[in-house]
């Protein structure tokens, strides 16, 4: 079938200002998201080669009228806008180290300061950081363009300058350029008056270039307060290469070590999650599985002089599992605690 690109070239003509209009709003979407092309195609149903021939306003060789086209990119746009993290998925345990996360917030917050925070493997560090992030955005939302921010990136091993650069600016919702120097304008435009936290999880994963490019974003315009997060190896990495990072630990105000769960935070943890699962037991037996279950997931820190520490990943995973097995001693005569967790 023949197109006839002269006639649709003379339809499309009527709606040039809203095609250029839907036009710049997409390619400044896809921008700031950092999705691309083909991906944003296939989410609203079209092939990569139709949107890329409405993008570089061809669009006379597929048809008459971009309309259709049009209103499947406002809606996606729509539905998922781009915005600081709000959602807070599941819940949260007052702990020790959720108030310690809390706190260095608040320190960080008012003006352009860097905070290292540290702790071993199965500390819910990248739990609790979302979460808080999620819920200052919630909180200084209503204040729309004068609220405070925070963002979340995760520090893959290896990563390179201008990758974090792009991670970070996605995150932010910036456009994230395929140069640095491009990005780093974009964060500067995007948020010159607006006080903004940034958490960079897995930061022993960072190299010295890295760091130094980040540094750019609490010595320079935009002024981030910086947050790095990881674990033990991040502060040694710190101290042992100590004159190849001394601008950063002349930078950093405090490097604060989490506390860990503490005994008594892991029975109520317990006794939250499957407390009514204990009930049927004697009060004797009660203590006695939930000892049985901190001493379980209870570890050594080779790096604190093989301090034990609870490992709260481990604890909350055998609680979902016991709320498994008693979901299914419903139906069958097992118990939903398995007796030699009280031998």
């Known amino acids: 079938m023949t197109v006839d690109t002269d006639n649709n070239k003379i339809a499309l003509a009527m709606e040039a200002n809203v095609n250029a209009k839907v036009r710049a709003d997409v390619v400044d979407y896809l921008a700031r998201t950092g999705m691309g092309v083909a991906d944003f195609g296939r989410r609203i149903g079209y092939t990569s080669e139709t949107l890329r021939k409405f993008l570089n306003d061809r669009y006379e060789s597929v048809g008459r009228s971009a309309s259709h086209l049009r209103t499947a990119m406002q809606s996606y746009m729509e539905q998922h806008p781009i915005q600081a993290p709000t959602r807070i998925h599941g819940d949260l345990y007052e702990t020790a180290n959720v108030r310690a996360i809390r706190d260095t917030f608040q320190r960080l917050l008012p003006r352009p300061v860097a905070y290292m925070i540290y702790a071993p493997p199965g500390s819910q560090k990248t739990f609790v950081l979302e979460h808080e992030v999620a819920r200052l955005n919630l909180e200084e939302l209503p204040k729309n363009g004068h ?16 990758d974090l650069m792009k991670r970070i600016a996605i995150a932010c919702g910036s456009h994230a350029h395929s140069q640095i120097d491009q990005t780093l304008l974009s964060l500067r435009h995007d948020f010159g008056t607006r006080r903004v936290l940034l958490i960079i999880d897995e930061a022993q994963h960072l190299s010295h270039d890295c760091l130094e490019t980040l540094r750019e974003l609490l010595d320079q315009p935009p002024y981030f307060s910086l947050l790095l997060s990881g674990s033990h190896h991040l502060p040694a990495m710190f101290d042992e290469f100590s004159q190849k990072f001394e601008q950063w630990n002349s930078r950093i105000i405090a490097k604060v070590r989490l506390p860990g769960l503490q005994r008594e935070e892991g029975r109520a943890i317990v006794r939250r999650e499957i407390g009514s699962i204990l009930a049927e037991r004697k009060d004797r037996d009660q203590a006695r599985i939930i000892d049985s279950l901190i001493d379980s997931a209870t570890v050594k820190d080779a790096y604190a002089d093989n301090a034990s520490y ?19 001693a419903q139906t069958t005569t097992e118990p939903a605690v398995p007796e ?3 031998a």
């Open 147 to 162: 609220g405070r921010r925070a963002y979340y990136v995760y520090a893959r091993q290896g990563i390179k300058p201008r």
């Open 310 to 328: 609870i490992n709260v990943r481990t604890l909350t995973n055998a609680l979902d599992q016991i709320k498994v097995q008693a979901e299914q």
């Open 340 to 342: 030699e967790a009280i």
